[in-house]
């Protein structure tokens, strides 16, 4: 043999070892694996096996401690009752359960029960665990070999202490058979040791493809995170980042001068409601058809985005001007309203749509989002279910608005809103027969602000339901001072209906102010009546079982008027001010339907007053027509608190000792 094979022979020998070497430390390893693995599990199967069995033995321990109710008297070494007797015969049927003791607070026995016989001991016999149980007060449970023949192979032991305050009274202890728990156990144990010598065998492959399902895993996970960043996680569509994204980076590449793209800014009108009514299913499901109907009317080039709520937003790209922004919005507010099928029901909605056009209404992103939510608060404010374009007075108007919202939420916390009280006289008579309660709020220089103007606002802002109950207690208080035969009206808002509870904010106000129920009179408008109509009568009817009076307000203007009318029996309707408004002596048709209403009153026992009475005319013209009572500038004022007072004695001094027929001037004004 030559040098060279000499030399190769050696490397061979060499790299022989080493593999030899390899081979033997991973045998070693896997032996290791494979002893350690054994090794842990027998450990673990041990404790889980005595953990089970303790426990076990603890359970049937405390069951006896609470099923026998003289468990003192027999620790004491009286015979069992009857009922301790009979369960002890039912406990020997367990194939559980091998014995029962009880023992004294001491530690000695007096009674056993196994599945032979239940005897008292007339020899105790001490048992340390017992006793250190008693001392203690806590549970003493151990696992055993069963030696002896009349012994299980393996039981569990549990000596639990019965307490009455902090003193025991008796010792419990269960023998519970775990031979056939143990032999589970271990049989599991020889399965799962037969189970790792083979799964150690690939030990080197489970990794690897965990490794790889867990990369692939993290990648989808990764791409998800991408997504979500950028995206809304209901719909798809892109979020509020990426909106501004795409309309900045839009509007820096387009030239300057002409419109090159146009914000729709959506929200559903009534949203909550559906909400409330189907649930958050319902309003997922209103979502995201949403979003599909606007992926298919939008272009591929538009960017389409859920803002947050039921909000969304789409970026109209590369259009020609106003026109085609006016046509895109026509075309979602058709296809965005029509109605939807979730489940049994159908789902009618509309929408309201502000539109902004770049670069003439914001010439970044942030201000045409701006502009088209001020163009969106229009459609709010003009009724919801309609389109707006940007105008730069709404700049101004939402400055307004901001200031208003700033004064009701000040007059709420402090208090701030005041009464005026306009009166109620008898037709006939022209006598004071009561008040109306009239909302009125102060702006920040002290003057009064119009109700058309903060009460719509107020109820946007869902706080009617606390200022109107305000309204209600402020009324009741003032007219407790008032003579008895003077009434109060007070309006009910129907969000204070919606929310429920009414005639309970209604009892607490009477009871609160001493005000007796037959002086209040509740006002209520035929719009309450037009949605859940039978919820709303039973709270009516339960308001009227109070005593106080219910007024249909502003009859005559709404749809079903008449029908309300057999349906629910009202005190007493009030004749819209429109009518006496339109009344100017030569229109025939408002004095026929006035005179129609008032014997309509008079043929279902109501009774009917007018409002909006203004002039010496129309009041001689109710007095002809036999009217019950009117209310307007004629007859007075809405005037404050204070001049109430007033206003009741000069009645007072006029119609003293005066005849009736020739009572004909009117109230301090």
Same mark, same amino acid.
């Not at 207690?473 to 003077?486: G, M, T």
């Given at each position: 043999?030559?040098?060279?094979?000499?030399?190769?022979?050696?490397?061979?020998?060499?790299?022989?070892?080493?593999?030899?070497?390899?081979?033997?430390?991973?045998?070693?390893?896997?032996?290791?694996?494979?002893?350690?693995?054994?090794?842990?599990?027998?450990?673990?199967?041990?404790?889980?096996?005595?953990?089970?069995?303790?426990?076990?033995?603890?359970?049937?321990?405390?069951?006896?401690?609470?099923?026998?109710?003289?468990?003192?008297?027999?620790?004491?070494?009286?015979?069992?009752?009857?009922?301790?007797?009979?369960?002890?015969?039912?406990?020997?049927?367990?194939?559980?359960?091998?014995?029962?003791?009880?023992?004294?607070?001491?530690?000695?026995?007096?009674?056993?029960?196994?599945?032979?016989?239940?005897?008292?001991?007339?020899?105790?016999?001490?048992?340390?665990?017992?006793?250190?149980?008693?001392?203690?007060?806590?549970?003493?449970?151990?696992?055993?070999?069963?030696?002896?023949?009349?012994?299980?192979?393996?039981?569990?032991?549990?000596?639990?202490?019965?307490?009455?305050?902090?003193?025991?009274?008796?010792?419990?202890?269960?023998?519970?058979?775990?031979?056939?728990?143990?032999?589970?156990?271990?049989?599991?144990?020889?399965?799962?040791?037969?189970?790792?010598?083979?799964?150690?065998?690939?030990?080197?492959?489970?990794?690897?493809?965990?490794?790889?399902?867990?990369?692939?895993?993290?990648?989808?996970?990764?791409?998800?995170?991408?997504?979500?960043?950028?995206?809304?996680?209901?719909?798809?569509?892109?979020?509020?980042?990426?909106?501004?994204?795409?309309?900045?980076?839009?509007?820096?590449?387009?030239?300057?001068?002409?419109?090159?793209?146009?914000?729709?800014?959506?929200?559903?009108?009534?949203?909550?409601?559906?909400?409330?009514?189907?649930?958050?299913?319902?309003?997922?499901?209103?979502?995201?058809?949403?979003?599909?109907?606007?992926?298919?009317?939008?272009?591929?080039?538009?960017?389409?985005?859920?803002?947050?709520?039921?909000?969304?937003?789409?970026?109209?790209?590369?259009?020609?001007?106003?026109?085609?922004?006016?046509?895109?919005?026509?075309?979602?507010?058709?296809?965005?309203?029509?109605?939807?099928?979730?489940?049994?029901?159908?789902?009618?909605?509309?929408?309201?749509?502000?539109?902004?056009?770049?670069?003439?209404?914001?010439?970044?992103?942030?201000?045409?989002?701006?502009?088209?939510?001020?163009?969106?608060?229009?459609?709010?404010?003009?009724?919801?279910?309609?389109?707006?374009?940007?105008?730069?007075?709404?700049?101004?108007?939402?400055?307004?608005?901001?200031?208003?919202?700033?004064?009701?939420?000040?007059?709420?916390?402090?208090?701030?809103?005041?009464?005026?009280?306009?009166?109620?006289?008898?037709?006939?008579?022209?006598?004071?027969?009561?008040?109306?309660?009239?909302?009125?709020?102060?702006?920040?220089?002290?003057?009064?602000?119009?109700?058309?103007?903060?009460?719509?606002?107020?109820?946007?802002?869902? !706080?009617?339901?606390?200022?109107? *109950?305000?309204?209600?207690?402020? /009324?009741?208080? %003032? +007219? $407790? &001072?008032?003579?008895?035969? #003077?009434?109060?009206?007070?309006? !009910?808002?129907?969000?204070?209906? *919606?929310?429920?509870?009414?005639? /309970?904010?209604? %009892? +607490? $106000? &009477?009871?609160?102010?001493? #005000?007796?129920?037959?002086?209040?009179?509740?006002?209520?408008?035929?719009?309450?009546?037009?949605?859940?109509?039978?919820?709303?009568?039973?709270?009516?009817?339960?308001?009227?079982?109070?005593?106080?009076?219910?007024?249909?307000?502003?009859?005559?203007?709404?749809?079903?008027?008449?029908?309300?009318?057999?349906?629910?029996?009202?005190?007493?309707?009030?004749?819209?001010?429109?009518?006496?408004?339109?009344?100017?002596?030569?229109?025939?048709?408002?004095?026929?339907?006035?005179?129609?209403?008032?014997?309509?009153?008079?043929?279902?026992?109501?009774?009917?007053?007018?409002?909006?009475?203004?002039?010496?005319?129309?009041?001689?013209?109710?007095?002809?027509?036999?009217?019950?009572?009117?209310?307007?500038?004629?007859?007075?004022?809405?005037?404050?608190?204070?001049?109430?007072?007033?206003?009741?004695?000069?009645?007072?001094?006029?119609?003293?000792?005066?005849?009736?027929?020739?009572?004909?001037?009117?109230?301090?004004?």
């Amino acid at each position: 043999m030559g040098p060279a094979a000499t030399v190769i022979g050696r490397k061979r020998g060499r790299r022989a070892t080493l593999i030899g070497r390899n081979v033997a430390l991973i045998l070693a390893m896997l032996l290791v694996l494979i002893g350690g693995t054994l090794g842990a599990v027998k450990l673990t199967t041990d404790y889980l096996l005595y953990e089970s069995a303790t426990s076990d033995a603890r359970s049937w321990a405390t069951f006896v401690a609470r099923s026998i109710a003289d468990l003192e008297q027999i620790a004491a070494g009286e015979l069992p009752s009857g009922a301790s007797m009979a369960f002890f015969q039912l406990a020997q049927k367990s194939d559980r359960v091998h014995r029962y003791e009880i023992f004294n607070r001491a530690g000695y026995s007096q009674l056993v029960a196994d599945r032979d016989k239940i005897s008292l001991l007339t020899l105790s016999e001490f048992s340390p665990a017992a006793a250190r149980a008693g001392s203690t007060g806590r549970p003493v449970v151990e696992a055993k070999e069963g030696h002896l023949p009349e012994l299980p192979a393996f039981y569990a032991l549990a000596y639990v202490p019965v307490m009455v305050g902090d003193v025991p009274i008796a010792i419990v202890a269960a023998y519970v058979d775990q031979t056939q728990e143990r032999d589970r156990v271990h049989k599991a144990f020889l399965i799962a040791a037969v189970s790792l010598c083979l799964l150690s065998a690939l030990c080197f492959g489970v990794p690897a493809i965990a490794l790889y399902r867990r990369t692939l895993e993290k990648q989808r996970g990764d791409r998800r995170i991408r997504f979500l960043a950028r995206h809304d996680a209901l719909t798809g569509l892109a979020n509020r980042a990426v909106l501004v994204e795409k309309l900045n980076a839009f509007l820096a590449a387009a030239p300057g001068g002409a419109t090159v793209c146009a914000v729709h800014y959506i929200d559903i009108d009534g949203f909550k409601e559906i909400n409330d009514r189907f649930g958050h299913d319902g309003g997922d499901f209103v979502l995201t058809t949403i979003a599909d109907r606007l992926r298919a009317v939008a272009r591929p080039v538009d960017v389409m985005a859920r803002l947050a709520g039921d909000e969304f937003a789409v970026l109209q790209a590369e259009i020609d001007g106003p026109t085609a922004a006016e046509h895109f919005a026509n075309q979602l507010a058709c296809a965005l309203s029509a109605p939807l099928q979730f489940k049994q029901s159908s789902l009618a909605h509309t929408v309201s749509i502000g539109v902004a056009l770049a670069p003439s209404d914001g010439n970044n992103a942030e201000r045409l989002l701006k502009s088209a939510d001020l163009a969106l608060y229009k459609c709010k404010a003009d009724g919801r279910n309609c389109i707006r374009f940007f105008r730069p007075e709404m700049d101004a108007a939402l400055l307004d608005r901001i200031r208003l919202e700033r004064v009701i939420r000040d007059a709420v916390l402090h208090d701030r809103f005041v009464l005026h009280y306009q009166p109620m006289v008898q037709i006939s008579s022209r006598s004071l027969v009561g008040f109306e309660a009239l909302l009125r709020l102060p702006g920040e220089d002290g003057a009064l602000i119009q109700p058309t103007t903060f009460i719509p606002v107020i109820e946007e802002m869902r !706080l009617i339901d606390k200022v109107a *109950a305000w309204a209600l207690r402020e /009324a009741c208080r %003032a +007219a $407790a &001072l008032w003579p008895q035969h #003077l009434t109060i009206a007070v309006n !009910l808002s129907p969000m204070q209906f *919606a929310v429920r509870g009414i005639s /309970a904010t209604v %009892a +607490a $106000a &009477l009871r609160e102010t001493g #005000l007796a129920p037959h002086r209040l009179e509740l006002e209520i408008t035929e719009s309450l009546l037009l949605d859940n109509t039978e919820a709303i009568l039973e709270e009516l009817q339960a308001l009227k079982a109070m005593g106080v009076a219910i007024v249909m307000d502003d009859f005559g203007t709404g749809y079903s008027s008449l029908g309300y009318l057999w349906r629910f029996q009202f005190d007493k309707i009030k004749i819209d001010r429109s009518f006496m408004q339109g009344f100017d002596g030569s229109r025939h048709d408002a004095e026929a339907v006035v005179k129609t209403i008032i014997k309509l009153g008079r043929e279902l026992n109501v009774r009917v007053t007018v409002e909006g009475v203004e002039t010496a005319r129309q009041a001689a013209f109710l007095t002809k027509a036999g009217g019950d009572l009117a209310q307007g500038f004629y007859f007075g004022r809405p005037m404050p608190g204070a001049d109430v007072a007033a206003c009741i004695l000069a009645d007072y001094q006029h119609h003293k000792g005066v005849p009736d027929g020739e009572a004909n001037l009117r109230l301090v004004k």
